[in-house]
């Protein structure tokens, strides 16, 4: 059972300026709700029960979402307002907690991994960039959740990967199959090697990690032992490389789909998604996209 999950969420989100100079990024919203709540129901849903959150200074914005709103809560009891404060209250659901720590300098997605490792302790975890949405609506169960029985069921540290154009793959963390092996939608089988954006002619797959990962324990040791890698950093992918030598690690392939918050083009679609299946919008907001007029 993997009951805690990290949520990296330090960055200061250049590529969101200047809509992030005073709001995180992770607070910005899809129709009314913020990307990071997504995020936070995504990890709720596959039984987490503990957020991790690696913060910083900046970013109180993102601690005060999860924490309780005393004086609003009590304005709209006396409103009578109880839609409004049930959906309030439902932020956070009864049983789960969230921490926080402080990543106090950007030495990468590893440094802030590596930070958690204290509340994290000796048991497994499970990893979720918030720049990336996973969308597993109607289906019956969600990709996170899949990766934590699997994690269960072999010990082996499920990394979600999904096929992108090839000459994007400088952009993502690549993953190499044992040789000959095709990985189908659902399907978990172990990985050879990892590099963190290899040059386009020099990629092993066009198989990106998608920025969920279940982890064990072991992986805060080789964190600790990780030089800076690709862009002056302490990677993720490099520590995952050493533990898949080391005791292999397997490549999950997503079922659902994926929108990156974290580009202007892959928020846009986000919000147009949630937008047509928000209940209170979505017929109106059709209509709306129907009457735009031809560019
Ligand atoms: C991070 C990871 C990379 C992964 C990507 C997914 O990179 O280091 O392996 O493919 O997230 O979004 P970043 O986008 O933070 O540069």
Redesign the pocket.
Known sequence: MIRKAVLPVA?LGTRFLPASKAIPKEMLTLVDKPVIQQVVEEAIAAGITEIILVTHGAKKAIEDHFDVHYELENELEQRGKTKLLKELRSILPPGIRVVSVRQGRALG?GHAILCAREVVGDEPFAVL?P??LVDNFNQLKTDLAYMNQRFTETGLAQILVDAVPQERVD????VALKEGAALAAGESKPMQA?I??PAVDKAPSNL????RYVLPPRIFELLAATQPG??NEI???DALDALLQESGAEAYRMQGETY?C?SKLGYLHAILVHALRHPEVSGDFRKLINQLPEA
């Open positions: 960055g997605l960039l720049d990336v952009q993502y963390g690549i990892m963190e954006k990106a990690i998608v920025g690709a862009g990677q993720l992918t990156d974290g």
